[in-house]
């Protein structure tokens, strides 16, 4: 099985987050990886700097036509002593408040086929670390309420 970090498909965005590889190598990597029937779960980052819903869902439709096999998906949180913090702190990012979190991610699972298995839908952290967004901090079973509640409005039944 291969995980891999996609975190975005959004060309610009991608080499914004200062990483290693470039999207056709990770593009690639899951395309061998799916020839040798190797099980791909892609790991989406939404609401990094500078990405906008039309990208967020971009990227989970490009994942869709990559066929990976399971997909997880988590908001940008910012921590301390990071180049993210430094932009925060500078009022040059700001992240997604969890309702526009939620909005999203009901509408990139609606992209989804029904055989794909999402692995992970909200992630945060429970330290001082975290510098923003605030509802990031809340425990597990508050986000899984939350979102769960929105998903049901919706007619999502999980």
């Known amino acids: 099985r291969l995980v ?6 959004a060309l610009p965005i991608f080499e914004k987050i200062n990483r290693a590889e470039t999207f056709a190598l990770m593009e690639q ?17 939404f609401g990094l700097p500078d990405e906008n819903e039309k ?7 490009k994942m869709v036509e990559l066929g990976v096999d399971s997909i997880k998906f988590h908001p940008c949180y910012i921590t ?11 009022n040059k990012f700001v992240p997604l ?8 991610l009901i509408k990139a699972i609606g992209l989804l086929p ?13 330290s001082d670390m975290l510098l923003a967004p605030s509802w990031c901090k809340e425990s597990k079973s508050k986000q899984m309420a939350d979102i769960k509640k929105a998903f ?6 999980y």
């Open 29 to 45: 990597k899951i395309k061998e990886a799916k020839a040798h029937n190797i099980k791909v779960c892609a790991h989406l980052i």
């Open 80 to 90: 301390k002593n990071t180049a993210l913090a430094n932009k925060y702190k500078q």
């Open 55 to 61: 990208m967020m869902l971009k990227s989970t439709q």
């Open 4 to 9: 891999t970090g996609v975190q975005t498909c």
């Open 114 to 126: 029904q055989n794909m298995i999402v692995q992970r839908i909200s992630a945060g952290i429970q």
């Open 152 to 157: 049901l409005k919706e007619g999502i039944v």
């Open 97 to 104: 408040s969890k309702d526009e979190y939620i909005s999203i």
